[in-house]
T-cell receptor, first 115, second 114 residues
Framework: GAGVSQSPRYKVAKRGQDVALRCDPI?????LFWYQQALGQGPEFLTY????????KSGLPSDRFFAERPEGSVSTLKIQRTQQEDSAVYLC?????????????FGPGTRLTVT | GENVEQHPSTLSVQEGDSAVIKCTYS??????FPWYKQELGKGPQLIID?????GEKKDQRIAVTLNKTAKHFSLHITETQPEDSAVYFC?????????????FGKGTLLTVNP
């Protein structure tokens, strides 16, 4: 079946621009996660949704980062006034549920380059 | 919070040899440990996982072992093939109210030479 999809796959932004990254989770998956992966590093947790509720945003680096999942399916990660240090791959993952199933399935990521 | 250490950072083996990657974690209450394979330009792919109520799990050429007392777990790949070349990440899920948050190691670049 279809996996997690993300768009765009690549984004180049000038410093100061706003960007929006989209994630389409696996159909029926309740939980959705955003991770940031710097070059040569493992993914780092940004935020977590259960359905439309954002239950944890402790990993968001600053108040320039905002995520939403208004209808409990598609999610958007928005970065305002991008800075060079925001350059990274942004990964989305989804999970059928929590508690009974922890498996998280990742999308291909969006590579953001801020110039 | 949870801290995961992974080593080695790079590993080069000959085709057909075995490869072992080791990880340690800090939170003794963690109870789920997945392994991901990431190829260039792709997202991490879940290849195997283990929960804390078992000590070993095997899936064809891949196995994972868990030592809860020592707080370490390992990935074993036997009869390696060139297509096994990738970056491998171990991870641990948080405990208590963070039992959804994955903490990843820094990754191991595995190269299988034909």
């Amino acid at each position: 079946g279809a996996g997690v999809s993300q768009s765009p796959r690549y984004k180049v932004a000038k410093r100061g621009q706003d960007v929006a990254l989209r994630c389409d989770p696996i159909s029926g998956h309740v939980s959705l996660f955003w991770y940031q992966q710097a070059l040569g590093q493992g993914p780092e947790f940004l935020t977590y949704f259960q359905n439309e509720a954002q239950l944890d945003k402790s990993g968001l680096p600053s108040d320039r980062f905002f995520a939403e999942r208004p209808e409990g399916s598609v999610s958007t990660l928005k970065i305002q006034r991008t800075q060079q240090e925001d350059s990274a791959v942004y990964l989305c993952a989804s999970s059928l549920s929590i508690g009974s199933s922890y498996e998280q399935y990742f999308g291909p990521g969006t590579r953001l380059t801020v110039t | 919070g949870e801290n995961v250490e992974q080593h080695p950072s790079t590993l080069s083996v000959q085709e057909g040899d075995s490869a072992v990657i080791k990880c340690t974690y800090s939170d003794s209450a963690s109870n789920y440990f997945p392994w991901y394979k990431q190829e260039l330009g792709k997202g991490p792919q879940l290849i195997i996982d283990i929960r804390s109520n078992v000590g070993e799990k095997k899936d064809q050429r891949i196995a994972v072992t868990l030592n809860k007392t020592a707080k370490h777990f390992s990935l074993h790949i036997t009869e390696t093939q060139p297509e096994d070349s990738a970056v491998y990440f171990c991870a641990a899920v948080g405990s208590g109210g963070s039992n959804y948050k994955l903490t990843f190691g820094k990754g191991t670049l595995l190269t299988v030479n034909p």
